[in-house]
């Protein structure tokens, strides 16, 4: 098993630039998340999805999209990129079986991270 | 006031010192997590808690839930347990994480 996979690692990007952070999860949870950590500071959740088709708004969703077509893709897009979203960008992933109103009490599974720089 | 607080912030502790770190929340919650994060790397998972203690290795997570408050202790600590460790709750209603700020642990050889 892969776990959950992120790419780019890195990236520069330039004000104004769009681009898409990938991630996949091979182990058919349902929860899936992208947070940002900024130095110094905690975890933010961005986007989080409970599963395929459903998506909703994190502390901190402005100038970011997400979809969820399918169980195992979560991307994460940022249209028009600003030096304030230069940050470490994590997606993350569960599983619980309670169904969207449970609430996640399944064993959380990262990635490894991007680095994105916004210049 | 942060819903989640842990304590301290940076720890320092010579090798085979006992140590503990703790988390304070103020909201329900249906579990609570405890995270390691090293430098430059990725984020691991080593407890989930709704309830009592787990231990794994010379890793220990208690969680009280009347008292809002959960502890994780390292026992003979090693200069390998250096890292961020990260207190998350999941909320009681809904379906978000929130987390805490991290405590830097440094354990010197």
């Known amino acids: 098993n892969a776990g959950v996979t992120q790419t780019p690692k890195f990236r520069i990007l330039k004000i104004g630039q769009s681009m898409t952070l990938q991630c996949t999860q091979d182990?058919?949870?349902?929860?899936m998340y992208w947070y940002r950590q900024d130095p110094g500071m905690g975890l933010k959740l961005i986007y989080y999805?409970?599963?395929?088709?459903?998506?909703d708004k994190g502390e901190v969703p402005n100038g970011y999209n997400v979809s969820r077509s399918t169980t195992e893709d979560f991307p994460l897009r940022l249209e028009l990129a600003a030096p304030s979203q230069t940050s470490v960008y994590f997606c993350?992933?569960?599983?619980?079986?309670?169904?969207?109103?449970?609430?996640?009490?399944?064993?959380?599974?990262f990635g490894e991270g991007s680095r994105l720089t916004v210049l | 006031k942060n819903e989640v607080e842990q304590s301290p912030q940076n720890l320092t502790a010579q090798e085979g010192e006992f140590i503990t770190i703790n988390c304070s929340y103020s909201?329900?919650?249906?579990?609570l997590h405890w995270l390691q994060q090293h430098p430059g790397g990725g984020i691991v998972s080593l407890f989930m808690?709704?309830?009592g203690k787990k231990k794994h290795g010379r890793l220990i997570a208690t969680i009280n839930i009347q008292e809002k408050h959960s502890s994780l202790h390292i026992t003979a600590s090693h200069p390998r347990d250096s890292a961020v460790y990260i207190c998350?709750?999941?909320?009681?209603?809904?379906?978000?994480?929130?987390f805490g700020a991290g405590t830097i642990l440094r354990v010197k050889s």
């Open positions: 998350a709750v999941t909320l009681g209603y809904g379906n978000k994480l929130v």
């Open positions: 909201v329900g919650i249906s579990a």
């Open positions: 808690l709704s309830s």
């Open positions: 999805s409970v599963g395929a088709g459903i998506t």
């Open positions: 993350a992933s569960s599983y619980t079986g309670g169904g969207p109103g449970a609430g996640n009490t399944g064993e959380l599974f």
């Open positions: 182990m058919n949870h349902n929860y």
